[in-house]
């Protein structure tokens, strides 16, 4: 066995077992670690927490003398618990998450020192901006950027860091994160639905966003992560041969969860706590030594913060247990890889869930309204949603029979497909009394009844509604989950901001009733939107040449599917709800198309020096042993060694073949990737390396892991998919 490998198993073999205490009680640690509503209460002013909570609620301006107090607060509260530093955390466009630590720690001349932390260093923050990706927008402005306090997320220590949820923006005001965007998304959509809920009740004020997502992940031992260069520098396999075993049993989804995986997520879980991060369910997924995670759902900002912060903690927690996390969309081929469902929906401040129905007609008029709506908002925009999950790891999912197709469609169920094809007999115009009572008695006074046994689900479709929720099933495991919210919640309000129009329109102009005018509307939006609404099995080929027939994009690759995102379309509508400038828009798509191509060529890269560098040697001394082998018959037997040789020089010829191939192949990536490589337009460069660099992939890898069934396993230096693939 090559050192590396021996050495990872011998490493891996040899670890303790880390001893894990868990509080049995988890309510009592939860929000331990978070400056929420309950620490101000104790820590704050009267003055100081009604201008935090009213910010909070109302996006009101928290004035420098109260961010003084809150400061401070948060420095005693912190420093009680032991902490010594402070930090602005934000989520540049990298995806991940940033953070700068500065001490509380301040000279005060003559040899003193105080810690110190005003409302200045609370507010805002002036990070050096230059090295984040900020598509052209350093270029055209100013380098310079700030992080500026997001009240609406609670500040949290981790480790003996005080951390300060920001947005992070350039001096010019564009937004160079993922919160930026998605703040002004939640405000267009509380907006909107706000207008549209004071059709069924006044008192509504504000209407949130909820999100519950649900993080897959593979965990793999790290001594044996850390021997495959690959996982190190791509966070997945480029080579490797599917194991004799691998998820075809099905024996491992919600099977007995591994005592080391165990011991891992109760750690984990505990560390989630202390900061906040209602972590409620964890269980076996469908591949070996994938696991999922699910917290109850929050409100979306803070949601979203969460997933990021656990994200990062799941590495961190990891390495204690001598474990690796791998977020990636797909590490392994020939086993499922990892998604990270939204459950998404509408509340309101009155304690409804818009997408839930209720228990009057009218509440459920109002469900309907929302559930509707939001199907003519994926209808119009299924390309931009599309986008929203383009990932360069993402596009081996999509589409994969493993998670859902690359085409966008929306799952509803067998009885509110009926209920909507009732609706969509309503009668233009006024209705008849008669006609009224039969629809509030037997349509939409029907639908809580019916929802109860909606019990189908179809696992295949990118967009499901899940009884009071839809859930977003397309997104990647490895992604923010702020870019599909952003999305998702743009065009709902998009969506919600026309419909008002329309209905107050049919209101005014022909003299319908309220409930009249909001039946005509529905009814024209059911008509419109059918293409979109899909309930059989997303994974057929029959539904990718419906879906043609419909008229429904069916972006494979990334870069295809990108474009999108600055389509007329697309960014006049972030324009209009106030989401994101054009400026900020085409930055996002630059980025986005940019590290698609960073990404293959790193694949691109690491795949030709394993191949080249650790494959072929290794075959090139097994065929020498084999040579080896073969002359010494000769010496034995002669003129009759071929009988005994057989075997040996067939082998020692297909190796030559695949050496061959696999040097003949590598050298024409090389080529497509140096023409690429020159290319100035970086929508033609993305679309070169998709194109053209990254079907050499399949193509080396298949020579390479032919080889790993011929070579001896003694020599083979790539830690196997059996040994990566069970934890023990
Ligand atoms: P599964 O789809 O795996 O059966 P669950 O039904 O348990 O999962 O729900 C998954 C997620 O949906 C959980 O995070 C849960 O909190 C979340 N969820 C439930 N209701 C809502 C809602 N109204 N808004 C957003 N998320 C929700
Ligand atoms: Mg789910």
Known sequence: MSKIRFQALAQSAKRKPVEVIEDTKRSALFGENVFNEN???????????????????????????????????????????????????????????????????????????IEKFGGDQLVQQEPDASSFPNGGIRNTFEARGYTAWDPTSPAFIYGTTLSIPTIFVAYTGEALDYKTPLLRALTAVDDASTAVCKYFDKNVKKVTASLGWEQEYFLIDKSLANSRPDIILTGRTLLGHSPAKGQQLDDHYFGSI??????????LETECMLVGIPVKTRHNEVAPNQFELAPIYEECNLAVDHNSLLMDMMGKVASRHQLKVLLHEKPFAGVNGSGKHNNWSLSTDTGINLLAPGKTPMSNLQFLTFFINTIKAVHDNEELVRAAVASANNDHRLGANEAPPAIISVFIGEQLTKVLEELEGVTKGKLSPEEKTDLKLNVVGKIPDVLLDNTDRNRTSPFAFTGNKFEFRAVGSFANCANPM???NTIVAKQLKDFKIEVDALIENKDLKKDEAIFNVLREYIKATKNILFEGNGYGDAWEKEAKRRG????????????????????ALFEEMNVMSKVETEARYEIEVEEYTKRIQIESRVIGDIAGNHIVPTAVRYQN??????TGLKEIFGKDFEKHAAEQVKL???????????????????????????????????????????????????HCDKLELMVDDEIWPLTKYRELLFIR
């Open 652 to 702: 020692i010829k297909l190796i030559s073949d695949h050496i061959a191939a696999i040097h003949s192949k590598i050298d024409k990536m090389i080529d497509v990737r140096k023409k690429a490589n020159i290319m100035e337009d970086a929508e033609e460069k993305a679309a070169a390396y998709c194109d053209e660099v990254k079907p050499f992939f399949d193509e080396i890898r298949y």
């Open 258 to 267: 591994p005592s080391r995986a165990l011991n891992y997520m109760r750690d």
């Open 486 to 488: 952003t999305v998702l």
């Open 625 to 630: 042993m084999l040579i080896k082998n073969v």
């Open 552 to 571: 429904l994009s069916n972006h494979k690759t990334t870069p295809e599917a990108l474009k999108a995102r600055v389509s007329k379309k697309s960014i």
């Open 39 to 113: 620490t101000m209460r104790q820590y704050l002013t009267k003055d100081a927490y009604k201008g935090v909570m009213s910010a909070i609620e109302h996006g009101t301006k928290i004035d420098r003398k109260i961010a003084d107090q809150v400061s401070s607060s948060m420095k005693e509260w912190a420093m009680s618990k032991g902490v010594t530093h402070y930090t602005h955390w934000f989520q540049p466009l990298t995806g991940g998450t940033a953070e700068k630590h500065d001490a509380f720690f301040e000279t005060i001349g003559n040899g003193m020192a």
